[in-house]
């Protein structure tokens, strides 16, 4: 019989932390308005989404409260709280957004503590489980020291506020800089079939058991346009977002996903891709085009 875990990929434990996840998660960034600024259109439909998520067996919720911003985490407590056990909700701190929704860093101390207080007062907790750091630009590492913001989430870990710390937009010098502070559980970067800066990355952190979460799986806001990929996608009877998925499920054992939609259809659409096989020789075809 295949289990929930099988069909979403397998599971994975993040390293020192006994919070077991199933590698096909969900990214709530699509749950606010356009442009990840104000409210969705149909409130009742986000709060389906993220309901439907959970009975279809996800633990594992990426979220910021700088979506919308407040509005993606104020949908996931409407929807889900009190929160189900073993259910693992990831957050991000580092950036905040102007009144006309453009994205500014903010990565002082004081700015660090507020946004962790938001997180806190709108999804409805008293801790946050796993929060990464954003250092970065939308889709690079900025080189340079990230020691600074580092103490801060240090502190709000020692506080209890934050359970886990994780980073978020880094380079492997960053990743290494923060293990010698504490202990790192994830890495989220930027990273697809078709963009691979991060290749010895996820190998590394393979070895030592970190967690690699992928986001923008094909393209973001520039969509990956590959014939390879939907001759692939073809040839299997999927999509090509569902390949592309696949894909990075077989790519290493740490690699968690974290898709994001705001409908239904597309929700199981994406659960389904972690039941993809791509066999080996598909696989050599797809790694091609990361090489053009």
């Not at 929704?101 to 946004?115: F, P, T, V």
């Not at 898709?259 to 696989?283: I, K, Q």
Request: proline residues 4%.
């Amino acid at each position: 019989m295949t289990t929930t875990a099988t069909k979403l990929g397998g599971m994975f434990t993040f390293p020192g932390t006994g919070m077991t996840v199933n590698r096909m998660g969900y990214g709530a960034m699509q749950l606010a308005g356009p442009h990840v600024f104000g409210p969705p259109k149909d409130r009742a439909a986000a709060v389906a989404v993220l309901q439907e998520a959970i009975e279809s067996g996800v633990n594992h919720i990426d979220t910021s409260d700088f979506y919308g911003p407040h509005v993606t985490n104020q949908i996931i407590k409407e929807a889900l709280h009190p929160y189900r056990e073993g259910l693992v909700i990831v957050t991000k701190l580092g950036a905040k957004r102007d009144d006309v929704g453009n994205w500014i860093m903010a990565r002082s101390r004081e700015d660090l503590i507020e946004q962790a207080q938001g997180n806190l007062k709108n999804l409805g907790v008293e801790t946050l489980d796993v929060v990464n750091l954003r250092v970065g630009a939308l889709q690079t590492a900025e080189a340079g020291s990230i020691a600074e913001p580092m103490k801060t989430m240090i502190e709000l870990k020692e506080q209890g506020i934050i359970q886990h710390i994780g980073l978020s937009t880094v380079n492997l010098e960053q990743v290494r800089e923060a293990q010698t502070m504490t202990e790192i559980v994830c890495v989220q970067n930027f990273y697809n079939v078709a963009n691979r800066a991060d290749d010895a990355m996820i190998e590394e952190l393979e070895k030592e058991g970190i967690a690699y979460v992928p986001y923008f799986p094909l393209g973001g806001f520039s969509p990956l346009q590959s014939s390879e990929l939907n001759d692939v996608a073809t040839e299997l009877g999927a999509t090509p977002m569902q390949v592309a998925q696949a894909w990075l499920l077989q790519r290493a054992k740490n690699v968690l996903l974290i898709p994001g939609t705001s409908s239904v259809g597309h929700l199981r659409e994406n659960l389904a891709a972690a039941e993809v096989v791509l066999p080996e020789e598909m696989v050599v075809r797809l790694d091609g085009i990361g090489k053009a």
